[in-house]
């Protein structure tokens, strides 16, 4: 897995600090893992489920997740998105519970590939 962008910030006096996006949050942070299944490859396009499980030990409201893909997303199911390029953003349509999952559905054009990464604004994500 590569990581992700690295923010450095100023604390105290002179010291840096600095968060790597893909290997987690503070303690007790959010975090989510995101499973990924082709449901029906065709020739000009796909049909894909998301399943994400909140594995935070606490409820998850406005989430908001990021996965790679193939293609232009043309439709999604159980969630709002946007396309920005080869990465589809979802927001659940419902908050997260912790334990929980949420599965989306999409539609693209092009040929599946299964992510090998993910992200989440405020957390960390994996795909299983």
């Known amino acids: 897995m590569?990581?992700?962008p690295t923010a450095t910030s100023q604390v105290g006096s002179g010291t840096t600090s600095?968060?790597?996006s893909t290997r987690g949050t503070a303690r007790g942070g959010a975090a989510v893992n995101v499973k990924f299944d082709v449901v029906r490859?065709?020739?000009a396009g796909y049909t894909a489920e998301l399943r994400v499980v909140n594995e935070s030990g606490k409820a998850l409201a406005d989430l908001t997740v990021s996965v790679p893909v193939d293609g232009t997303v043309s439709a999604v199911r159980g969630a709002q998105?946007?396309?920005d390029?080869?990465?589809l953003v979802i927001q659940p349509d419902a908050d997260l519970e912790a334990g929980e999952a949420v599965q989306i559905t999409f539609t693209a054009d092009g040929t599946a590939t299964e992510p090998q990464t993910c992200g989440m604004v405020?957390?960390?994500c994996t795909v299983a």
């Open 2 to 4: 590569e990581p992700g």
């Open 122 to 124: 405020g957390g960390e």
């Open 81 to 83: 998105w946007s396309q």
């Open 85 to 87: 390029g080869q990465l």
């Open 18 to 20: 600095s968060t790597n």
């Open 41 to 43: 490859q065709r020739l």
